[in-house]
T-cell receptor, first 113, second 111 residues
């Protein structure tokens, strides 16, 4: 069966510090991978998506970046965090474009202070 | 672009029926999905409608009218555990077929 792992669960970082959030998927190959961010009490905003290794597309210009060094690994990074980067970060995957179901990781609650 | 509108909050009594509406605007429609998210948790898939009509899954049903760009999620025999946020979503062909979500409807079920 397929599983998705996302860590850490919570993170408190000072402004200006770097960030690295990791997401891995098991039990499937060549998934489409996505990073979403959710502000408190708000909807989900798509940040990045990837349809293959090394292929990253950004939806929203910001100081975040993403990488996909392996087929089932998706990393969200920042060199210098801003206060506005606080939020709930969710990694998600799907098996190809015909599958409607998105599977989400458990999320990372990031607080930038 | 795409946009989805749904009510921000709904309150209902345990055992009752509640309907959460969603209207959307999108170019290239692939269907309407619904997700449930409990506080602090990840969204989980509830249902998907590609064609007009009603889809039933246990206590939950989802309806779609493509001509009206409208759908709804129907929750029957409400239970306290149904208190959560509910999101409608449409697929975006431009973004690796990611889902664009509405802002969510917070459902509170009261005794």
């Amino acid at each position: 069966s397929q599983t998705i792992h996302q860590w850490p669960a919570t993170l408190v970082q000072p402004v200006g510090s770097p960030l690295s959030l990791e997401c891995t998927v098991e039990g499937t190959s060549n998934p489409n991978l996505y990073w979403y961010r959710q502000a408190a009490g708000r909807g989900l905003q798509l940040l990045f998506y990837s349809v293959g290794i090394g292929q990253i597309s950004s939806e929203v210009p910001q100081n975040l970046s993403a990488s996909r060094p392996q087929d089932r690994q998706f990393i969200l990074s920042s060199k210098k965090l801003l206060l506005s980067d606080s939020g709930f970060y969710l990694c998600a995957w799907r098996t190809g474009r015909a599958n409607e179901k998105l599977f989400f990781g458990s999320g990372t609650q990031l607080s930038v202070l | 672009g795409q946009s989805l509108e749904q009510p921000s909050e709904v309150t209902a009594v345990e055992g009752a029926i509640v309907q959460i509406n969603c209207t959307y605007q999108t170019s290239g429609f692939y269907g309407l999905s619904w997700y449930q998210q409990h506080d602090g948790g990840a969204p989980t898939f509830l249902s998907y409608n590609a064609l007009d009509g009603l889809e039933e899954t246990g206590r939950f049903s989802s309806f779609l009218s493509r001509s009206d760009s409208y759908g709804y999620l129907l929750l029957q025999e409400l239970q306290m555990k149904d208190s959560a946020s509910y999101f409608c979503a449409v697929r975006d062909r431009r973004s690796g077929y990611a889902l664009n979500f509405g802002k969510g409807t917070s459902l509170l079920v009261t005794p």
